[in-house]
């Protein structure tokens, strides 16, 4: 493909089309949107001070002014670029080319200075006030003010706030392990929708362009048309925004600006090809989606290849043409593109699909991009200017000859280093493996095994007998009575779908599922609605189980709660003829399993963080309800644990342990289920607040269950199991 010869003047899109303002011209007013009363920094300080001081209407109403104020500042620079890139355009044309190469400068420069007198008579009067430093422009990026305001939102009791904010906050940020628990305790939340979980700084181009992809999927054409047009329409918005941010000062990056001595053409340079690198780097910027690594790949040649095909669907093969055509200009000797080409062409008649054109915009769009590349190669095969492209349709042609065949060389010595390294890491793996197995079964039997520290409770199931590892079953761990108290207490103080948003059967519409936390049951005892010491009970057999799992599977380092919940799940008589489901469907606890592939993926929105499980179980007066560990194929059962009064099924969360509960067919199942981690920064807010509780409500003698630890002779051996 032939690339396109320089122009004398960089080619520009039609960016704004409103009529230039008055107060564009130097010496009249600022640019018409209006600067905020105070600035950014000053109010996002303020919104900060007010929560020190746990004055939370002031947070809210200092980082939303905040939000609002940068928003402004940075709507006000951009439309100030754009319109004085338009009001000085073109002051060089028409120039006699025959002009001396002095005049020619002097009429380039003159272009400059316009618009540099353009851009400083729409500024702010006092620039440096309304000036973000780089420390507070991060955190606008990651989206701070959203975390001060879900807490402040969250203490007005205003949840449906906070979990916005929340959300909003926890999509820059998925890594954010207290924001995660965060989210779950707001989706537990009376009065909490499906759809206050929402992103208050979502780009609407991609927000656009997943409703489109979404209605696509869905064979809805029109729907799919409507919003990737949208879509279309927005990211040239935005692409506008991103290149106009790029028009600032000059990165010194590695030098020390008082040594930098560049003279006037290679100092122009340097800025120059840092402003255009940072203009195609927009590409990358608006094809990120928040918390993804990696960009969405093609981002915008992909809306005409949907397009194309949706218009096809809808029926309009004249629009389905020019989708296609635009398409190509990416991709031009894309085999099925063309042959879709082909096929609405000789549908339509050639007649009328030749004079089809791809659309203007993207041939401006594509002329603008090559061009801008063309520089940023020569820059970098000249000066050694860096610069990476985005895209992977750009022509060959476009790169210096002499720099693809640096380029290939470098492509040809990193794919032989990867292979290379490739080869010795199967080599190793292969060595880890190999002694992996020989000490695997070992291992596992010498880790755990340690002594249960109460007395009464003894192994009964081991991880041999439950053909597995890191898997154990302990009876005695409560008594009779403990497990009636405990069973009154849940039938007096849980709700239904507790946990579950309010759903009452989140895992089989042929039981109900009721559950009721340490804290929430605790603070019901507070208030006298059930009877104190039963919640007292929960919260301390909660912690013997803990100490239990510390002990037996030898840890090093304590267990921390990540969740507890005292659960009954109850058979509907009407609704079990003819059932095949389970009560719960096999699952690991965290990592999400995919039983056809083998494999079990440790990524949110798994909890992750969890380490090990136990189910202490309540009773055993119903019909079915088993609890059973299979293969990772989800098919394969491996063990079986009958529940019965407590008993306790402990085991490791993670893909060495699937498991899943059997249809309860008949009567009411009833069970503590815990989970724990070994990261102190995942440990359960709650469980923070229960401690508290209990310290306030009972004495120093009864605040503590004080293991009574055995002797130095080992507990005796049997079998155990897993339970969710």
């Not at 670029?81 to 009001?87: E, H, K, P, Q, V």
């Not at 779908?497 to 895992?507: I, N």
């Not at 605790?522 to 799992?549: F, I």
Request: with cysteine; charged share 25%; glycine share 6%.
């Amino acid at each position: 493909m032939a690339v396109p010869p320089l122009l004398p003047l960089l080619l520009a899109l039609p960016l704004v089309r409103a009529a230039l303002p008055s107060g564009l011209v130097p010496g009249l007013g600022p640019a018409e949107v209006p600067l905020p009363a105070q600035p950014p920094d000053a109010l996002f300080a303020a919104g900060a001070e007010a929560y020190s001081r746990g004055d939370w209407p002031a947070v809210v109403l200092q980082m939303e002014r905040a939000l609002r104020a940068r928003a402004a500042v940075r709507a006000r620079l951009v439309r100030c670029r754009l319109l004085c890139a338009n009001a000085t355009v073109g002051v060089a044309e028409g120039a006699d080319p025959q002009l001396e190469p002095v005049l020619r400068d002097l009429l380039f420069f003159r272009g400059l200075l316009r618009r540099a007198a353009c851009l400083r008579g729409c500024g702010p009067p006092e620039p440096s006030r309304y000036a973000l430093s780089e420390e507070l422009d991060r955190e606008f990026s990651k989206r701070s003010p959203y975390n001060y305001l879900q807490v402040a939102y969250f203490k007005m009791n205003r949840p449906a706030q906070a979990a916005a904010a929340a959300h909003t906050f926890f999509m820059a940020n998925p890594g954010h392990q207290e924001m995660r628990q965060n989210l779950e305790y707001y989706q537990a939340m009376a009065g909490v929708r499906d759809d206050d979980f929402t992103d208050l700084e979502a780009k609407p181009h991609l927000s656009e362009f997943r409703l489109g992809v979404r209605f696509y999927t869905e064979e809805q054409p029109a729907a799919a048309i409507l919003h990737l047009e949208k879509a279309l329409e927005e990211y040239f918005v935005a692409d506008t925004e991103c290149r106009a941010f790029c028009e600032g000062p000059y990165d010194y990056e590695g030098y020390n600006y008082l040594e930098y001595n560049a003279d006037l053409f290679q100092a122009i340079t340097d800025h120059y090809m840092q402003v255009l690198s940072c203009k195609q780097g927009c590409v990358t910027e608006l094809a990120s989606q928040p918390g993804r690594e990696k960009p969405l790949e093609d981002f915008l040649p992909s809306h005409f290849n949907y397009l194309q095909f949706a218009y096809y669907n809808n029926g309009n093969y004249e629009k389905a043409i020019e989708c296609a055509k635009t398409y190509l200009l990416f991709f031009p000797n894309d085999e099925v593109m063309n042959q879709n080409l082909a096929y609405y062409t000789a549908v339509l008649g050639e007649n009328l699909a030749g004079p089809i054109q791809p659309r203007e915009e993207i041939q401006a769009y594509r002329q603008r991009s090559l061009m801008e590349k063309e520089l940023l190669f020569f820059s970098y095969d000249v000066f050694g200017i860096p610069f990476v492209d985005p895209d992977t349709w750009t022509p060959e042609e476009v790169i210096p000859k002499r720099l693809r065949e640096k380029q290939k060389v470098e492509r040809e010595t990193a794919a032989r280093i990867s292979e290379e390294i490739g080869n010795l890491m199967k080599e190793i793996e292969t060595l880890v493996e190999e002694k992996a197995k020989e000490s695997a079964d070992m291992s596992k039997l010498i880790r755990e095994g340690g002594p249960l520290v109460y007395e009464g409770a003894s192994v009964t199931m081991n991880s041999k007998a439950l053909n597995g590892s890191q898997r154990v079953v302990v009876d005695g761990v409560l008594s009779a009575e403990e497990c009636r108290e405990l069973q009154r207490l849940t039938n007096a103080a849980a709700s239904a779908g507790d946990g579950y948003r309010g759903k009452t059967s989140p895992h089989t519409p042929s039981e109900t599922f009721y559950g009721v936390t340490v804290l929430k049951a605790l603070k019901l005892g507070q208030e006298g609605k059930v009877p104190l010491q039963s919640a007292h009970l929960y919260y301390n057999v909660t912690e013997k189980v803990r100490h239990m799992m510390e002990s037996y599977f030898r840890l090093e380092v304590p267990l921390h709660f990540s969740y507890s919940h005292l659960v009954c799940r109850t058979a509907i008589d009407e609704k079990q003829e003819g059932r095949s489901d389970n009560s719960h469907e096999v699952h690991v606890d965290n990592c999400i399993l995919n039983a056809e592939a083998l494999v079990c993926v440790k990524e949110p929105p798994a909890y992750t963080f969890r380490d090990y499980s136990a189910i202490l179980y309540l009773n055993g007066d119903f019909e079915g309800g088993a609890f059973y560990f299979t293969e990772l194929d989800a098919k394969t059962e491996t063990a079986e644990v009958q529940p019965q009064c407590g008993r306790a099924v402990g085991f490791s969360s993670g893909s060495e342990n699937p498991h899943g509960v059997k249809a309860v067919t008949k009567g009411q199942r009833c069970a503590i289920a815990l989970w724990f981690t070994l990261d102190p920064r995942h440990s359960e807010r709650e469980r923070v607040q229960a401690d508290d509780l209990v310290k306030m409500l009972f004495s120093t003698e009864e605040e503590e269950l004080l293991p009574e630890m055995e002797k130095e002779s080992p507990a005796a051996v049997v079998v155990g199991k897993d339970e969710l």
